[in-house]
């Protein structure tokens, strides 16, 4: 299943209210599995850049199917994955990425820009449980585990949780 515009723009409609929630002039972009963005959006005062920095993020975890935050922690201590990693447009090690993941296949990301990596990772992450929820309501298939069994995948030989991602969840 591809990710389709409908989905994408509820995501970054989604990532820009949590940014103003939290004062955050935030830019965000989904993109699908080639990296492509199929939705952007950015509060009125961020600058273009950051959706440049937002369309990375997505891109990084719509191509290892983990967090950018979760990519930064398994490569940071091997140099020449981490040199690989930065070297390799147009991916991001900064935090503010995660994955989407529909039918518990990834078919996308979600990349956002603007604040400290930290509130970007946290708007991201919100983002995502809110349109989790929206589906959990309208299709019970879509039921939300919990951490504990969000899927893992093997990562560069380290197990990687997809944090908060079951089945039709996201992470």
């Not at 950051?50 to 290892?64: D, E, H, P, Q, R």
């Not at 919100?126 to 995948?153: E, G, I, M, V």
Request: with cysteine; net charge neutral; proline share 5%.
């Amino acid at each position: 299943m591809a990710i389709t515009h409908s989905i994408a723009d509820t995501i970054v409609k989604a990532a820009i209210l949590h940014g103003r929630r939290q004062d955050v002039t935030a830019a965000a972009v989904v993109c699908d599995l080639a990296g492509n963005p199929v939705a952007t959006a950015r509060d009125e005062r961020a600058g273009p850049v950051n959706l440049v920095a937002a369309g990375s993020k997505a891109a990084t975890a719509a191509n290892f199917g983990a967090t950018s935050e979760d990519v930064f922690a398994v490569v940071k201590g091997d140099e020449f994955l981490n040199d690989s990693v930065i070297a390799t447009p147009p991916l991001s090690l900064l935090p503010g990425g995660a994955p989407i993941i529909l039918d518990g296949r990834v078919v996308g990301g979600l990349g956002i820009a603007g604040g400290h990596y930290s509130q970007d990772h946290t708007i991201a992450l919100q983002a995502l449980a809110d349109w989790t929820r929206a589906l959990r309501h309208a299709d019970p298939r879509f039921a939300f585990k919990s951490n504990a069994d969000a899927p893992q995948s093997n990562f560069y030989g380290k197990n990687v949780i997809v944090t908060g991602a079951r089945g039709g969840s996201v992470s």
